[in-house]
């Protein structure tokens, strides 16, 4: 008879073995070390069998500052012990890390966790393995089931472990911040989606901690005990495979490395070609129009002169009229744009089109210059537009690097 088996599940088992090893031995060291007794050590090991790696393991290892959170998952203990206790389904948490030997407040995250790991209900079931190192860091993020990342939001700079985890099987559990964020397609992990800004610390923590129990109470541990008759959960197999199609193409050196070339080093080599040509005359060109867009900005102004219309039919054409003081500048110094689209929260227009005035020479009589803009809107309801002047060469590196912008 032919037994079917999944080459993600056995290789991934294989590696949480090797993983289990390794934690049996650091806890072990630390265990006789302070001359704890065999008989206890093994009551913690109950779950952390390499023999048998079909537990639900769950990872958090990190340095252990204060927004990272280590101790966000016992906001609740109650909670906690129902989802970890069931005989038929159990869970196992490795906390591992180390906090700055200034940080009081993240020693004291280090202390909790060490200490709900000797209560008697989680015994066994949450274990601290000390010496966080490199050897132990590749161990958990290749050898643990989950990946549990619960900053608060929106303080993580990037999250490269959760990366690491994905890309060797691993499912990440994380609130939708740094490059989970981005990452996180609905279906190659969970997402603790972050509290209300505007919640005080308490109420965020508690918010947040009760959608992690959630997500474990009724996705994770499901989904990883609803084993199939081949000895493994199709569905999890699946996931993980997802998980690392969608996240490996997407966040690694070769992509980044490639966007680098692409949006930085082939741009500022062709500049440096751009600048350098004829004994430097474009950088020398450059660098006399900067002095004089920098000398006479401070009088370059803008001012409506057709009449505003709060309301037209849609379809029908619009014409918007300024003039604009260019203070000795040429109308090729400057731009002047149309800001087009549909209103955010704060008023301005959202994912705006672009469209640029045309200049139609002096007003008569004066020294201002008419700029004229005719076009048909192609959308309808409530629009903003906003109207703005600032300076631009055909050499910029970027058309905003002047940092100089008039406003309408």
Known sequence: MCRHFSPTKSV?????????????????????RNHGSQAHLDRIF?????????????????????YKRATLLFENL???????????????????????????????????????????????????????????????VSGV????????????????????AAMNGVLNLSVLDGWWGEGYDGKNGWAIKPASATADETRRNREEARTLYEILQDSVVPLYYNVGPAGYSPGWTAMAKHSMASILPHFNSTRMLGEYLASSYQPAVQQ????????????RAVASWKAKVRAAWQNVALRRIDNPRRRIPFGENLRLEVAVTLNRLTPDDVVVELL?????????????QSYHFRDEGKIAGGSEHLYALEFRPDVCGKIEYRIRVYPYHELLTHPF???MMTWL
């Open 12 to 32: 991934h088992q294989s590696l949480k073995a090797q993983m289990l090893h390794l934690v049996r031995f650091r806890i072990s060291h630390e265990h006789l």
């Open 401 to 403: 690097e002047m940092g």
């Open 340 to 352: 087009f689209g549909r209103p955010d929260e704060g008023g301005q227009p959202r994912q705006a």
């Open 145 to 164: 089931d989950v990946w549990l990342n619960n900053p608060i939001y929106p303080l993580e700079a990037c999250g490269t472990s959760g990366m690491k």
């Open 272 to 283: 440096w070609r751009r600048y350098s040509q004829s004994d430097f005359a474009g950088a």
């Open 78 to 140: 109650n909670l906690l012990r129902e989802i970890v206790a069931g005989s038929s389904r159990p869970v196992l948490f490795l906390f591992a890390g180390k906090a700055h030997p200034a940080d009081q407040p993240g020693q004291d995250f280090l202390r909790r966790v060490a200490e709900v790991s000797r209560l008697p209900e989680f015994e066994g079931h949450i274990l601290l393995v000390e010496g966080y190192d490199l050897q132990l860091a590749r161990r958990l």
């Open 46 to 66: 109950k779950l952390a069998d390499p023999g048998n790696p079909n537990v639900l393991t769950i990872g958090f290892a990190r340095r252990f500052a204060t």
